[in-house]
């Protein structure tokens, strides 16, 4: 808008001079001619002649003048709408006022009138405070002030009032206006509105503290299910240790009582009684091995540990063989994967055990005589998989995608808390940051547990 006004500018200039020099060629070029010929006549002829001249020029610049003006005051009537309706746009969309060194308004928009209930008249002479929302700080108007009184322009996010008591945000620029002499006359401020803005921040600040909220309450129940999942393994846990332990104490209490009963006798020796001792020993370090597995399985422990499917299946199978010898259950191992990886093992110990016992019930459920679970791992691309597979009778396919829900369960008749599964797969897909799927298979059932080996890289 600037370039067009200094343009018209440029040509209301040019067409004033325009008319000026045209009459000055004009007198050179009469004076050129004339002079000679009035050399040859008197003064009385000359000033006759000479006057027609002038009036006739004269008149003819007088026509180019007036035509000129009327071109000029056309120009100039076209440049004042512009201006006026530019001014009549701003008015009407453009948060703006002027007040002057004592923070009085002496202009305000009609938007600004609008945006803040206010009229006109109402606003004019009235002090800015008028509009000042209580919850911004007085801070940061001495900033504003500050910074302004400097001579620079200041700006920021102001929360002000209405007349209604409601309120609206605004992302303001106020620019002090000097005086020739440098001294600061009035303040100019420019707003745009930016409640809406304003209002998604909040909303978005509402959601993500109801989100973290979310998150925590969901931790929270997810540790306390963990700690429910635990006590329903260690119920399991503890038949198991029965049935570990069964053998060693049978063993003793026999050896014991052979003793006994030799010694009673005098029928016994020294060697005799030295290998009885012995093997009693033995049956010790046993139950006492026993104890020390289930003790390591069950520690709380969320710590990175370097291991492998080799050594977490040794540590699982030897706890649950015992169960599957008694239901002659057969447990096969095809280890394809023997690289080591970081993981947390205790946990993944835990999953692992859990499908294991998952397979055996089901079998038992089932009726499944030769009853036999395999497990395979093997790598497929960048991958680590671990499956385990039984010959039961695979699971319900109305039931599929049930069966990681938490309290989910399939073993009414044998009181299942429906948390071994949900907790195995929190465990996987939240901890170990891998998956864990259930398929049906032409035998039973298939669980595969997909795993980055390369996912941690730092443990112990």
């Not at 605004?170 to 620019?175: K, L, M, N, T, Y």
Request: overall charge neutral; glycine content about 4%; proline content about 2%.
């Amino acid at each position: 808008m600037k370039h067009k006004i200094i343009h018209r500018l440029k040509n209301i200039r040019s067409s004033i001079l325009t008319p000026i020099a045209f009459l000055l060629m004009a007198i050179f070029v009469v004076l050129f001619f004339y002079v000679p010929y009035i050399a040859e006549k008197n003064i009385v002829d000359i000033a006759k002649e000479g006057s027609i001249i002038v009036l006739a020029l004269v008149a003819y610049t007088s026509y180019i003048l007036i035509k000129r003006e009327k071109r000029l005051q056309e120009a100039n009537d076209k440049l004042e709408k512009k201006l006026k309706n530019i001014l009549l746009d701003f008015d009407k969309n453009v948060i703006a006022s002027t007040t002057d060194i004592d923070g009085n308004i002496v202009y305000a928009s009609e938007l600004f009138c609008k945006l803040s209930g206010y009229k006109k008249e109402e606003l004019i002479g009235k002090s800015h405070k008028l509009i000042k929302h209580n919850d911004m700080p007085k801070a940061m108007y001495k900033e504003m002030l500050k910074t302004t009184n400097a001579g620079k322009t200041w700006r920021g996010e102001i929360k002000n009032s209405t007349k209604d008591g409601g309120f609206y945000w605004v992302d303001a620029i106020v620019s002090p206006v000097l005086n020739e002499y440098g001294e600061i006359i009035e303040y100019n401020s420019i707003r745009q509105d930016i409640t809406s803005k304003k209002e998604l921040e909040s909303l978005n600040e509402s959601l993500k503290e109801k989100i973290e909220q979310a998150i925590k309450e969901t931790q929270e129940k997810e540790q306390y299910m963990l700690k429910q999942s635990k006590m329903a393994q260690m119920g399991e846990m503890l038949s198991m240790i029965a049935h570990q332990w069964r053998q060693p104490l049978a063993a003793i209490s026999s050896t014991a009582s052979s003793l006994e009963v030799r010694m009673i006798l005098k029928d016994i020796d020294l060697e005799t009684l030295k290998s009885g001792i012995k093997d009693i020993q033995a049956y010790s370090q046993h139950l006492s091995s026993t104890i020390n597995d289930f003790r390591n399985f069950f520690i709380d422990s969320k710590v990175l540990t370097k291991t492998s499917f080799k050594a977490i299946l040794d540590k699982t199978i030897l706890i649950a063989k015992t169960s599957l010898d008694k239901r002659d259950i057969i447990i096969r191992v095809q280890n394809k994967f023997e690289d080591e990886f970081c993981i947390y093992r205790n946990e993944f110990e835990q999953v692992v055990l859990n499908l294991i016992k998952n397979a055996e019930d089901a079998i038992v459920e089932d009726g499944i005589d030769n009853g036999l679970i395999e497990i395979k791992t093997y790598k497929l691309n960048d991958k680590a998989i671990f499956e385990i597979y039984d010959n039961a009778r695979g699971i319900d396919n109305e039931l599929m995608d049930k069966i990681f829900d938490p309290y989910f369960s399939t073993k009414t008749k044998k009181n299942g808390t429906g948390l071994g599964l949900y907790m195995s797969k929190i465990i996987i897909e939240n901890h170990c940051y891998g998956t864990l799927e259930a398929f049906n298979t032409f035998e039973g059932a298939m669980f595969r547990i997909t795993l980055d080996p390369n996912k941690f890289t730092a443990c112990e």
